[in-house]
Structure formats: structure tokens, C-alpha cells
């Protein structure tokens, strides 16, 4: 079964950063060819996509974080990270990391809380 571990959610002021990674227990030939995305779940809202890379390196964002986040892979270790810079409240919710499309509904993992307060 695929596993998606992410880590390096925290509590930041605004205007911070934080890094966001996921490891993804998949094969690595599966994983060099997947678009692979960040999602996120702030309170009360459904999850959405903000940023996804595909195999080659191409990268997508939503509107609200273009400029502010900037996704990352490391085919070889199996890695998606997140740059997220000029954090605002609006950014507080729990981020995932998954395929994009997501195949598995039950692949999602336990997410990463990020909360953004003075």
C-alpha cells in the first residue's frame, strides 16, 4: 500500500516560512514518473491542490500561493517538498502530500499541521 509521510509543519508568524517535506513509499520507477502534488484542509473547507510537479520538473501552483510557495523533488530519494514563504493566516491548514490526480482514496496520509498566528 502506498504511504505518504509528511513533516515540517509548525506554528509561524506571519510573513514566515516553512519547509514542508513528504517521503512517498512507493517504487522509485513509479515515483520518477508521477505528477506529485501538495494539498491542504483548512477547517470547514474541502481539501484542494496548491502546487504539483510532474516527472520533468513542471510545476503549477494555485493562485493564492503563486509567487509565495515553490514545490520540489528528489526522484532519488523519493522526496516532494514544500517552500512556503510570506505565510499568511489563510495558509493555516493540514497539508498533504499525494499523487496529482490522486488514484487511491485511502493513500492519503496523516498530514502536517501548519497554523500561521501572531
Known amino acids: 500500500q502506498v504511504q505518504f509521510v509528511e513533516s515540517g509543519g509548525g506554528v509561524v508568524q506571519p510573513g514566515g516560512s516553512l519547509r514542508l517535506s513528504c517521503a512517498a513509499s512507493?517504487?522509485?520507477?513509479?515515483?520518477?514518473?508521477?505528477?506529485m502534488g501538495w494539498y491542504r484542509q483548512a477547517p470547514g473547507k474541502q481539501r484542494e491542490l496548491v502546487a504539483s510537479?510532474?516527472?520533468?520538473?513542471?510545476?503549477t501552483y494555485a493562485g493564492s500561493v503563486k509567487g509565495r510557495f515553490a514545490i520540489s523533488r528528489e526522484n532519488a530519494r523519493n522526496l516532494v517538498s514544500l517552500q512556503m514563504n510570506s505565510l499568511n493566516p489563510d495558509d493555516t491548514a493540514v497539508y498533504y502530500c499525494?499523487?496529482?490526480?490522486?488514484?487511491?482514496?485511502?493513500?492519503w496520509g496523516q498530514g502536517t499541521q501548519v497554523t500561521v498566528a501572531s
Open positions: 499525494n499523487r496529482s490526480p490522486v488514484r487511491d482514496p485511502k493513500s
Open positions: 512507493v517504487s522509485r520507477m513509479s515515483f520518477m514518473i508521477d505528477t
Open positions: 510537479i510532474t516527472s520533468g520538473g513542471s510545476t
